[in-house]
Nanobody
């Protein structure tokens, strides 16, 4: 069983930065594709970024390319989302998710239905 706990959210001014953290309590962290999603009030949950189990492949939503970076540290069972140049439209609850485990290589995925485990979310608010 995998449990995911997000942290790092908060209130920031437009143009600022935040780093989100997601710690996994499951075993074999590197066998899971990890993803970040977000959901704003009145909107559906949307894909933000994903990273392969080995960390060598990433995928981003067009809306965050060049501003957000996803990376992982298997020694700490943690996946990160570095968010720079934040905009008010980035305001949402951000969720971490895990897809797996995979026996071999894995690819990042933007489809929520591919993910088996979800965290509780962390609020990010960007003021204008």
């Amino acid at each position: 069983q995998v449990q995911l706990v997000e942290s790092g959210g908060g209130l920031v001014q437009a143009g600022g930065s935040l780093r989100l953290f997601c710690v996994s309590t499951g075993r074999s962290f590197s066998r899971y594709v990890m993803g970040w999603f977000r959901q704003a009030p009145g909107h559906e949950r949307e894909f933000v970024a994903s990273i392969s189990g080995g960390g060598g492949r990433t995928e981003y939503a067009d809306s965050v390319k060049g501003r957000f970076t996803i990376f992982r540290d298997s020694a700490k069972n943690t996946v990160y989302l570095q968010m720079n140049s934040l905009k008010p439209e980035d305001t949402a609850v951000y969720y971490c998710a895990a897809d797996g485990p995979y026996q071999g290589d894995s690819l990042p995925t933007s489809r929520p239905r591919d993910y088996d485990y979800w965290g509780q979310g962390t609020q990010v608010t960007v003021s204008s």
